[in-house]
């Protein structure tokens, strides 16, 4: 089987977790006992109130319990904790986030700079900025989510529980996959040989303005309905 390669992302949310799960590092005296050792739940996770069944024993149960049963350590572990993780951690972890995202990870800047399109700086007309824009996050999100590999791993996966009629479809998953690659493909390869084509033929008098201007068109049609199949794909290209 082929290995997904673990984003970035994946591995802090995978970290906080492992974090979450091993609870608080309070000593045991302090802290309050945790749904787990009060045989609650297997993992430290509870729903939400409104959201599962009525009777189930959710976070808002348990805090009224603790508040109740441990008040001095419901005060240190709870009401304190949340005070100085809103006043004194949340601003700092705010504000290196803030350096981060500024100097380092950029997320509020898209680069529209391609080797595909021939770009390195200048002026662009607003349509071209947003077939280029389009393109970078697709091939942003093809990237980071190894879209290739992640293909290979869910058919493998989608071969696995074919049997069973229940288990998860797999082919939403697939077909999304294979329709970003072939995108790909003809943004790198087919666009590109079609675009050279065309202007090979600029300035040919026996194509005629008329003609060429059509074949013009019928490209920038092909590029509109590219775009168009990826914003009806934009509900499912999320990380």
Known sequence: MAKLKEHWATKMLTKRINRFNKGPLLPKFLRLPSVI?????????LPI???????????KKYNEEMRK???????????FNYWFSSNIIKPISDFKYWIRSHTIRKYHLLDLRSKVFDYNYGWLDSDT????????????????????NRLIWLKE??????PDPQNYDYSNDIKRCKDLLAIQKWWRVERAENWKALYDKCGDKSIGH???FEMENELVKEDDDVMKKLIDMRGSIWT
């Open 69 to 79: 049963d441990y008040p001095i350590k419901f005060f240190i572990y709870y009401t």
């Open 37 to 45: 050792e009060l045989g609650k739940s297997k993992t430290n996770y």
């Open 129 to 148: 900025k947003m077939l280029l824009a389009i393109m970078k996050i697709m091939e942003d999100f093809i990237i980071e989510q190894d879209t290739a």
């Open 49 to 59: 109130e409104g959201f599962c069944e009525e009777g189930a024993y959710t976070w």
């Open 210 to 212: 008329k003609n060429y």
């Open 157 to 162: 996966e989608s071969e696995k529980t074919k």
